[in-house]
């Protein structure tokens, strides 16, 4: 993300008339004790509002009190259809325990955050994930992994996950709002008989008990303060 403060000028404006229709501005402005800011417009709306309180407090920059946050941000219409489509029911129709909100700087780029399901190791937890969108998302998977420590059979040291629909089971029919369903199911369900962390899986298989009470210390140690 660009971050640059600058008084109103005609400069200002010209500048931001010149850029890429796919970029947008989001930013602020401050007039006494009255700060105002906006949500992500087009630059022609910018360009008019700066051009109107140029005219109010005139072109000498010294003489303005006025500043600007310009912030470059991907546009929704620089996406594809089925990105934005997803990206705005997850944000108005959110999976239950589940947040995913995009970066603002890259809305290919997701921070997830998943509660850890009522009844399973993991409750009273949680997790932050990161999930990303591929170039050739949907015809591959999205790539997921885990930022917080958790124990389980089925994600290794680094976070990766053990999934079938992120590897030879993904098909471009399958959403975002999947991927995170199945990875709150793997969190209620761990699955031993498919490891990606070996050691995890054969204590899993061997003291099932004790390592339930593993998953449970390392939920509290790691996913208690997020």
């Known amino acids: 993300m660009l971050a640059v403060n600058i008084f109103l000028t005609k400069a200002l404006v010209q500048e931001l008339q010149a850029r890429p229709a796919f970029l947008a501005v989001l930013f602020h402005f401050e007039i006494g004790d009255v700060t105002v800011t906006s ?3 087009s630059p022609a709306t910018v360009v008019f509002i700066l051009a109107t309180v140029t005219t109010v407090t005139g072109e000498n920059e010294h003489a303005c009190s006025c500043w600007i946050t310009v912030t470059d941000c991907i546009m929704a219409h620089a996406l594809p259809n089925r990105i934005i489509k997803e990206t705005q029911r997850l944000m108005v129709d959110p999976v239950p325990g589940i947040s995913a909100v ?3 700087s890259n809305a290919r780029f997701f921070h997830v955050m998943i ?3 009522d009844g399973s ?3 009273g937890g949680v997790f932050k994930l990161e999930l990303f969108l591929p170039e050739d998302y949907p015809m591959v998977a999205p790539k997921v992994r885990f930022m917080t420590e958790i124990y389980h059979p089925n994600i290794d040291k680094i976070g990766r996950i053990c999934l079938d629909i992120l590897k030879d089971k993904w098909s471009p029919a ?3 709002r999947t991927v995170l369903l199945s990875i709150q199911a793997l969190l209620s369900a761990p699955n031993p008989d498919d490891p990606l962390a070996a050691d995890v899986a054969e204590q899993w298989k061997t003291n099932e008990a004790n390592a339930i009470k593993t998953a449970q210390e390392w939920t509290q140690r790691y996913a208690n303060g997020v």
């Open 121 to 123: 190791p993991y409750t």
């Open 102 to 104: 995009p970066d603002e």
């Open 115 to 117: 509660a850890g399901p």
């Open 174 to 176: 399958l959403r975002i």
């Open 39 to 41: 949500p992500v417009i």
